[in-house]
């Protein structure tokens, strides 16, 4: 890969398959993410802030202290670390909320 051209092939952003899941898990930042049309989300990082577009098809969070506001779930929310708060907009996911502090809610 050429320095400034973007992700090897088959690789997204984030150095996962194009078709495989999305891992996520730096610390303090403030991100947007593209899901695209119905990738898996996995965060494991603490005091992010991620606004995560497109439609995922499974979040789940593992990390601490973590904002993310998702558009579209159509799959299961998995909110198992420490004082996440996770917000999506459209769908009608399960949830398995356990750990201390997390929070999951339709806004």
């Not at 984030?14 to 930042?29: A, K, L, Q």
Request: hydrophobic residues 30%; contains cysteine; proline residues 5%.
């Amino acid at each position: 890969m050429l320095a400034g051209c973007g992700s090897p092939a088959g690789t997204d952003e984030h150095g996962g398959s194009i078709d495989g899941p999305i891992s996520y898990s730096p610390v303090g930042t403030t991100m947007t993410i593209d899901c695209g049309p119905g990738r898996a989300l996995n965060i494991t990082g603490s005091n992010n802030a991620l606004t995560v577009t497109g439609r995922c098809s499974d979040v789940e969070i593992t990390g601490s202290d973590n904002r993310v506001t998702v558009e579209e779930i159509s799959g299961t929310i998995r909110a198992a670390g420490v004082n996440n708060t996770v917000t999506y907009r459209a769908g009608t996911p399960r949830m398995t909320v356990s750990g201390a502090g997390n929070t999951v809610a339709r806004g």
